[in-house]
């Protein structure tokens, strides 16, 4: 099943495209005809089991993930994408034929698909080291997620997937994070900034919240309490937090879960730090 747009906003008229369902993307008369005249000769159990078997191989088929799907985040939209496509066409098979498949068959299919999903997942993310990259599959499995959620498939399991890899985004950024504080740290001179300006002691208490009001009554030239390194670590300590809690939107967490993850934000880079 190939993508379609989810609808786009007309600017002049402010009308929204209606978005297609499975009935406009996909003929289903086929399906319709064969069960009709396997009803008529009386055979309908005989095509209800040869429809349910079919599908089945062609669900093995559409869960093989490609050995190349961890390279790019186009292999998993193209993963999840045939996915989509598969139980959204069981779904409309369940509402519109009235028993060639029925809500215990497909729930079994999901619940075997989930399981299958949730360890290829956990293979292929694996072998990730780019943060972007895991934050951009976070995004894209809390997507695949609240579209089939929105079926009535229950994802309750990728949830607690994107949890455990949550672990290791943190662990991917405190190496990308180690590599910048100890650049930081070789390239200081460890002496106090001297600033000759009012603009210049602005540019640094900018970037730093220094508080200081002996420090701000002293005429210039004055020097800083601090070298180089002290903004220059603030604002990577920023961008770090940035990073560790941009991973957490729209997870749906719990305020314990918040709050663990804050404590990992903080603490982390003074683990980098001491280390």
């Not at 997942?121 to 934050?135: A, G, I, N």
Request: proline share 5%.
């Amino acid at each position: 099943m190939s993508e379609q747009d989810s609808g786009i906003l007309d600017v002049e008229d402010e009308e929204e495209e209606e978005v297609p369902g499975a009935q406009d993307l996909v003929d289903f008369s086929p399906v319709y005809r064969c069960l009709h005249i396997y009803t008529v000769l009386g055979l309908r159990d005989v095509f209800e089991n040869y429809y349910r078997k079919q599908r089945r191989k062609q669900a093995r088929l559409v869960l093989q993930p490609h050995s190349n799907m961890h390279e790019t985040l186009e292999g998993y939209r193209r993963y999840f994408n045939q996915i989509v496509g598969f139980f959204v066409v069981e779904d409309h098979v369940l509402h519109t034929t009235q028993g060639l498949v029925n809500r215990a068959y497909v729930e079994e299919l999901w619940e075997l698909a989930l399981s299958k999903i949730v360890a290829a997942l956990r293979t292929h993310s694996s072998y990730c080291d780019d943060p972007d990259l895991v934050l951009d599959l976070k995004n894209l499995i809390v997507l695949f997620a609240d579209t089939l959620q929105g079926y009535g498939f229950p994802v309750s399991q990728l949830f607690d997937m994107l949890l455990e890899m949550r672990e290791q985004y943190g662990e991917i950024l405190l190496k990308r994070w180690n590599i910048t504080f100890r650049q930081i740290l070789d390239q200081d001179n460890y002496s106090p900034i001297p600033v000759s300006t009012e603009q210049e002691y602005r540019q640094y208490t900018s970037q730093f919240p220094l508080q200081d009001p002996e420090l701000e009554k002293l005429p210039f030239p004055k020097k800083l309490p601090f070298s180089e390194f002290v903004p220059k670590a603030y604002c990577q300590l920023k961008e770090f937090i940035y990073a560790c809690l941009k991973y957490s939107e729209d997870l749906h967490l719990r305020y314990i879960c918040w709050q663990h993850l804050r404590c990992v934000a903080l603490t982390g880079p003074c683990e980098i730090c001491i280390y």
